[in-house]
């Protein structure tokens, strides 16, 4: 195409699909029932259910609400009782189809809620929602069956519920959010539409009436053909900018803004169906077109600055229906940069001054392109730099410059750092400055030199000064004292033998602190050393010292001592000698972790007892109802339970001696 130039040009093209059969009707209910334009096809209507059913003064209104996806906007709420019609004139709903219905129930009305109805009122058959006992949510009914997960449908969310119907195999594949529900062999096609005769949502039968709910209803699509299952989860992927907005008329602009007299790219970028013939209409304003025609793309001259317009119009010949869609290119001019440096010695660092111009103010500066400040000025340090300047066009400018190192004053001790509490640290620092001076004095050795070494108690941040000539430098370190660890241990205790006790060791110093190491020592016995909750199993008694260190390496101690008594015994001396020299004068047992005594008898060689007691603290002073009994060998017996609650027997012999 030749090269010309207009003051306004209107470019008609049109455009003939070779699909003419495939049929697509959508209805997004912002602000009226209409079919989206420049789709023909007959608007949906409000319509009552049939029968004595209570319905309110009015069908139905537009109000705002909250998508699941979180983008508010206008749909159509449908009171109870009432329902929409769909008119199905041209036959899109006959043996294959696939209807989608993004909608939100506000009132599940009675046990059921009619979905949709194929019968025009005159068969209770259809798909609904169904109630379930022990639950305010509901199921999916089709051919009087429940259908997938259940409950699942709540009052709260928007559903994409889609319908697929395919002629070839008869099937009905229902689905909810992208995921199949049921399929259901459709031989008796109820579930088939007639050209003419209208189907209706959320309206019911004359069969049994006010089966019927409300609803928000934010998008209806209805297409002559089964969408694949893949089609059909990509659609629930884009339902909330599908159900939004309508992309028949979207073109693109490239680049935008259009900087220095170049040229842009416009293309249609749009989706329309393609059951009829659609005229584009283009309206680029005073400019060139350098080639395109059709849906493009063409390449568009403007030779003048400032906001410019283009227009889509898509016309529908069949019905003569309508969509425009404009959209805003701005040309303007690539602003001129001029830079300057101030260099500052004291502070060793250079400030860039950058000014634009020749282009559209005000400007904005920035140092990636990305960033963009309106102050002209960055501080900067030695090194390469590209710097931009964007005008109110978004028209950018970059040039490149190089700053050099600077000879002047430095000064920088140590970063930041951690101590225990007694330790010391030195602050090294580096500068060729005439005189230091650090500040606050306390915890240094000598605040007047360069490198002290420091060692407060507490946690300071110290200033160093520097100064040379004219410039007055200053730095700043923290150092983190840890306080002094105290380590909290397991109270020591006495424990049986070979039962693992739990030990502990904690320290209020480090709570929340991450990678405290522990050492119990020694490991005898213990299921893990290095933890701060080890097991200790003993057979003998045991002293443990733990160590808890902090990541920095600060240290604390602790203590326990765990005591293992002797095991229990009970027993008797095997000699005893009740001659009144008061040494050895009574046999009474010597125990060890008893708790009681049942008995403890004393027989004579005939076998007679002379003695018989249940307390462990009474003897036998060797005497029988107050008469000495003679020397000699006597057997024992006894019996006695431990603090553990164990039973011992022993018996014996004993030697009276007199």
């Known amino acids: 195409m030749k090269s010309v130039f207009f003051k306004a040009i209107i470019v008609i093209f049109i455009c003939s699909t070779s699909q003419a059969q495939t049929v697509e009707h959508a209805y997004r209910f912002t602000d009226d029932l209409k079919v989206a334009e420049p789709t023909c096809a007959p608007n949906l209507v409000s319509v009552k259910n049939p029968g004595s059913c209570t319905v309110s003064a009015i069908e139905g209104a537009f109000v705002e609400d909250v998508l699941t996806c979180g983008f508010r906007r206008k749909v159509y709420h449908s009171n109870l009782n009432y329902g929409l019609r769909y008119a199905n004139a041209d036959g899109a709903i006959l043996e ?82 992208g995921a199949l529900f049921s399929t259901y062999d459709d031989a008796g096609k109820k579930y088939v539409g007639k050209a003419g005769t209208p189907i209706y949502f959320y309206r019911d039968d004359n069969i049994v009436s006010c089966e019927s709910g409300e609803a928000n209803f934010a998008y209806l699509s209805v297409r002559n053909k089964p969408l694949e299952k893949s089609e059909i989860v990509r659609e629930f992927a884009d339902i909330c900018a599908t159900s939004t907005i309508n992309p028949m008329a979207d073109f693109l602009i490239d680049p935008n803004p259009l900087c220095n007299n170049g040229n842009a790219r416009v293309e249609y970028t749009g989706k329309l169906p393609s059951e009829s013939t659609y005229g584009f209409q283009w309206a680029f304003g005073a400019s060139k077109i350098i080639s395109g025609s059709g ?38 001019s690539v602003p001129e940069i001029a830079v300057a440096l101030d260099t500052d010695q004291c502070k060793n660092q250079t400030t860039l001054t950058i000014k634009a111009s020749n282009a559209t103010s005000p400007y904005q500066y920035s140092l990636d392109s990305i960033n963009f400040q309106s102050s002209e000025t960055f501080n900067l340090s030695a090194g390469k730099y590209k710097v ?144 701060s909750n080890p097991k200790a199993t003993l057979s003998f008694s045991q002293i443990y010292t733990v160590s808890v260190i902090s990541p920095q390496g600060c240290t604390g101690t602790g203590r326990v001592e765990l005591s293992i008594p002797p095991p229990a015994s009970i027993n008797l001396p095997d000699v005893f000698t009740p001659n009144g020299d008061n040494s050895n004068e009574l046999l009474k047992p010597i125990s060890n972790h008893i708790a009681s005594l049942n008995y403890l008898k004393i027989y004579n060689r005939w076998g007679e007892a002379v003695f018989s007691s249940d307390q462990l603290n009474e003897g036998w002073d060797g005497s029988l109802k107050g008469m000495k009994v003679a020397a000699g060998a006597y057997v024992w017996k006894m019996e006695a339970v431990t603090k553990e609650g164990e039973v011992i027997r022993k018996s014996g012999t004993v030697l009276l001696v007199r």
């Open 388 to 531: 931009f300047a964007k005008d109110n066009n978004g028209c950018v400018k970059d040039t490149s410059i190089v700053i050099k190192a600077i000879e002047s004053t430095s000064l920088r001790t140590i970063a930041d750092t951690t101590i225990c509490a007694g330790q010391e640290i030195q602050l090294v620092t580096t500068g060729d400055a005439a005189s230091y001076t650090w500040t606050p004095a306390i915890g240094l050795d000598d605040p007047k030199t360069k490198d002290p070494y420091a060692s407060p108690a507490k946690t300071t941040d110290y200033i160093v000064t520097a100064a040379m000539e004219n410039c007055v430098l200053r730095d700043t370190v923290q150092v983190k004292v840890i306080p002094e660890i105290k380590v909290n241990t397991t109270p020591d205790a006495t424990i049986p033998p070979n039962v693992a006790y739990q030990l502990n060791a904690s320290s209020d110093e480090l709570t929340g602190i991450s990678n405290v190491s522990y050492l119990w020592s020694p490991p005898t016995g213990l299921d893990n050393p290095v933890i």
């Open 295 to 332: 849906k493009g793309p063409f390449l568009i001259k403007w030779d003048s600055p400032g906001q410019k317009f283009v227009t889509l119009a898509i016309v529908n010949s069949a019905c003569g229906a309508k969509i425009e869609n404009t959209k805003r290119i701005t040309i303007g």
């Open 96 to 177: 294959s189809y696939t209807i989608q219905l993004y909608v939100r129930n506000t009132n599940w009305g009675s046990g059921r809620t009619r979905i949709i109805d194929f019968s025009n009122g005159q068969k209770d058959e259809g798909i609904y929602f169904k109630s379930t006992a022990g639950s305010s949510g509901r199921c999916l009914e089709l051919d009087g069956g429940t259908v997938g997960t259940c409950p699942y449908f709540n009052d709260k969310t928007y559903y994409l519920i889609t319908i697929t119907r395919n002629a070839a195999t008869g099937l009905v594949s229902l689905y909810a959010d």
